[in-house]
């Protein structure tokens, strides 16, 4: 958990949109264009749009979703924020190099094999907590995960740390913020199921 959600033009201009108002709450000038985004599902082991921000800037690069596991073609796509901090695998990267997932939605299945999708009511996009590490092909990343809240509970017992808005610039670039921001409960997330769209006819 979370382990596929997915994007659109839409994840595209919002991402653009952020930029611009963190960069100009810093007060730099924003230059990023973000790459197209084509439509369609993300999941574990294929490349995907995050933000990141450094001294310089807020950008979007691609980067690969999960950690290598210690075992062969094993990959470690979420991290749980209560742990996260002492785990020596994620530690360094949630100190240094904390990362945002943008989506339109995310999946999650329940017990019954039933597929749900989660989304923000309202807004075209969430934004996830991740974190990101470096390796001989590339940077890759993962999604962090907290405890469910109420609009979750029904399905699965642990969903993706989403993010506020004003949070998102504090996430990357504030680091008197992350423990704080770990330990928050999400927003509660519009559902949907499979099952029950099926029932309506």
């Not at 001989?136 to 405890?147: K, P, Q």
């Not at 004003?166 to 999400?186: C, N, Q």
Request: charged share 30%; net charge neutral.
């Amino acid at each position: 958990m979370c382990g596929r959600y997915y994007v659109d033009d839409e994840t595209a201009k919002e991402i653009e949109k952020l930029i611009r108002i963190i960069d100009e709450k810093q007060r730099r000038e924003s230059v990023q264009v973000v790459e197209r985004i084509i439509a369609g599902d993300i999941y574990p082991g294929r490349d995907a749009p995050i933000l990141a921000g450094k001294a310089n800037g807020v950008y979007c690069r691609w980067q690969h979703w999960g950690f290598p596991g210690f075992q062969r073609k094993q990959l470690i796509f979420n991290a749980r924020c209560e742990s996260v901090l002492e785990k020596p695998l994620f530690r360094d990267s949630v100190l240094h190099r904390r990362i945002v997932v943008p989506a339109a939605w995310f999946y999650e299945w329940n017990p019954q094999k039933e597929k749900n999708t989660f989304r923000r009511k309202n807004t075209p996009v969430l934004f996830m907590a991740g974190a990101s590490r470096q390796y001989e092909d590339g940077a890759h990343f993962v999604i962090l995960t907290t405890g469910a809240n109420a609009s979750m509970k029904p399905v699965h017992d642990r969903m993706p740390l989403i993010l506020e808005r004003e949070e998102i610039g504090e996430w990357m670039l504030d680091d008197t913020k992350t423990e704080d921001i770990l330990r928050k409960v999400p927003c509660l997330l519009e559902r949907q199921s499979d099952y029950e769209q099926m029932s309506l006819f």
